[in-house]
């Protein structure tokens, strides 16, 4: 009877011993190298089609170089969009992965808790009822001895099955961890996804027009070229409605108030006007959650991070007198099956989400006079996102603000966004351009 107990505690500790070693891992994804592959094969094509593009740019500028020029621009894009679509997919089939490892891991450790408590009050029971018998025999008390060891014994194990189980706990949390990294690193490739469709629509609309405006006559494109005062107007006179404020401005007045921010923080003007086309089209798109009229689900209690910018955002609106539940912000990305993908709510023509404005709406205030600071005022936005840039390595280089634009995107400068950054500079490039013709 003395050693039921001892044995009936060690088969549980190999039962539940085996129960921990058959604790899921995420397997490695069958098809990872496959994927690998594809996307080595289509940078490969993105690289060689960028030293055409490098070249072309260099020869003389005529009809034919030009539209040789887009095309390999356009080829480029699609490349890229590949490439990025390469990138979520293998994302998706890791989050697959992941979120089955994790639910697998928390319903066998569930399994192991209830399995411990058992023993537990198996060992306790028994425990208790020889030690009182052993008493009341003869050498009651050498036997009770016995049994005290065989109980320290049997603890230590019970503390080693402990301290096993809660190995696997952190190794669930580093799972968890795990999986909101790559929901983040799938909302950002999303982003970078539309960012490159838009680009690609763009160099669409130039092709068409230079085509449909020159007729493939070479003259009529050398005309175009040295037309620089009619290029100037149609710059002063681009419109852009800057939705929550209720105005209109021209180009013109965004390229003065870039500039007059520029003046007062060292931030190229050419450069913080291409973050703001990048984020919200100089202030036209400022987000299509949270409007007057849109379902439960596409409000603010849904959409943002609850932890994070749910009681900032509130604070914010109240201080502005604007109303929560109807002040436009962004929406989240979404899954292929239509599911919420990271949080939204990113406000304004700069798109600061309500957490990182709170760290900057006093230093706005510092430099502007006007409290509480706005962001979905332009002159605020610029200011805050100028701000932010310069935080973020802006300092007039090129590398300097190719780095601070992916900072202000991603929070760092990891290349499997690098789109974007390569974006922002290019359409700064477009503007000082611009700027250069409205000057003249």
């Known amino acids: 009877m003395k050693y039921a107990l001892l044995k009936k505690s060690i088969l549980l500790l190999a039962v539940i011993s085996l129960f921990l070693a058959n604790i899921s891992i995420a397997a490695p994804d069958s098809n990872r190298e496959q994927l690998e592959n594809e996307l080595q094969a289509i940078e490969s094509q993105i690289k060689e089609l960028e030293k055409q593009i490098s070249v072309t740019k260099g020869e003389k500028n005529t009809l034919a170089n030009k539209i040789k020029q887009l095309r390999n621009e356009e080829a480029r894009l699609r490349l890229e969009i590949k490439a990025t679509n390469v990138k979520i997919e293998d994302l998706e089939q890791k989050l697959v ?5 994790i639910d697998a891991n928390k319903s066998k450790i569930a399994g192991l808790r209830i399995e411990l408590a058992k023993m537990l009050r198996t060992l306790q029971q028994k425990d208790e009822q020889m030690f009182l018998l052993n008493i009341l025999v003869e050498d009651g008390l050498s036997e009770a001895f016995v049994e005290a060891t ?16 809660k190995g696997i706990q952190k190794q669930l949390n580093q799972q968890q961890i795990a999986y909101e990294d790559q929901q983040d690193d799938a909302e950002k490739l999303l982003n970078v996804a539309r960012i490159q469709q838009g680009a690609l629509g763009g160099k669409l609309q130039e092709q068409n027009q230079l085509l449909e405006q020159t007729k493939g006559l070479e003259l009529t494109y050398q005309n175009l070229l040295q037309d620089s005062k009619k290029h ?11 939705l929550g404020v209720g105005k209109q401005i021209t180009f013109g007045q965004a390229v003065e108030i870039a500039q007059a921010t520029d003046r007062q923080t060292g931030v190229s003007a050419a450069f913080l006007l291409a973050i703001l ?5 100089l202030g036209k798109n400022v987000g299509t959650c949270n409007r007057p009229g849109d379902p439960p689900e596409k409000g603010w209690r849904v959409i943002m991070k609850p932890t994070r910018d749910q009681e900032p955002f509130v604070k914010i609106t109240e201080e502005l007198g604007r109303d929560p539940d109807v002040t436009p912000v962004s929406c989240p990305m979404k899954n292929k099956d239509g599911s919420q993908l990271g949080w939204g709510g990113a ?15 006093d230093k706005v205030s510092a430099i502007t006079g006007k409290s509480p600071a706005d962001p979905w005022d332009i002159r605020d936005a610029f200011m805050a996102a100028a701000l932010l840039l310069k935080n973020n390595g802006a300092d007039g280089t090129r590398d300097g603000e190719w780095k601070a634009a992916m900072r202000y995107f991603s929070g760092g400068t990891n290349l499997r966004y690098r789109f974007y950054g390569d974006n922002v500079m290019a359409q700064a490039d477009k503007y000082r351009e611009d ?4 000057e003249s």
């Not at 065989?150 to 189980?165: F, M, T």
């Open 150 to 165: 065989n109980y320290e014994r049997l603890s230590a194990s019970i503390n080693d099955l402990v301290r096993e189980a």
């Open 435 to 438: 700027i250069e013709d409205l």
């Open 97 to 101: 992965k992941t979120s089955k490892a």
């Open 232 to 242: 100037a107007a149609e710059i002063r006179s681009r419109i852009y409605e800057l």
């Open 347 to 361: 406000m304004g023509p700069a798109q600061f989400i309500p957490s990182t404005w709170m760290g900057y709406k």
């Open 277 to 281: 086309t990048q984020e919200s089209n």
